[in-house]
């Protein structure tokens, strides 16, 4: 099993940038699809990024489309998800997530991944 720490989150203003970290122990990283998901407060759980194991096929969902990157490096068992040009609504815990590469269906639903971090807050101040 994989297990998995989320780190970088804060307070930014609007129109900033963090970058969040999604380090992997416990299992072959390259062997796992990473997704980021955020949930603000009284709002389920959404998709917002996805890469698989290789790091050569991502997903966005359009509202961070041109301002969000999701990369990894295998090397360092790490992900991570640049999030520039912030908005208000971008607030909310940040969440990292695994699968197995073996996984062939979409990278969106959040009840496909059975490896979760703790989750990280953004807060992007207007």
């Known amino acids: 099993q994989v297990q998995l720490v989320v780190s970088g989150g804060g307070l930014v203003q609007a129109g900033g940038s963090l970058r969040l970290s999604c380090a992997a122990s416990?299992?072959?990283?390259?062997?796992?699809?990473i997704g980021w998901f955020r949930q603000a407060p009284g709002l389920e759980r959404v998709f917002v990024s996805a890469?698989?194991?290789?790091?050569?096929?991502?997903d966005y969902t359009d509202s961070v489309k041109g301002r969000f990157t999701i990369s990894r490096d295998n090397a360092k068992n790490t992900a991570y998800l640049e999030m520039n040009r912030l908005k208000p609504e971008d607030t909310a815990v940040y969440y990292c997530?695994?699968?197995?590469?073996?996984?062939?269906?979409?990278?969106?639903?959040?009840?496909?991944?059975?490896?979760w971090g703790q989750g990280d807050q953004v807060t992007v101040s207007s």
């Open positions: 890469i698989n194991g290789r790091g050569d096929n991502t």
């Open positions: 416990g299992s072959t990283f390259s062997n796992y699809q």
């Open positions: 997530a695994a699968r197995t590469a073996v996984y062939t269906g979409s990278y969106r639903p959040f009840r496909s991944y059975p490896f």
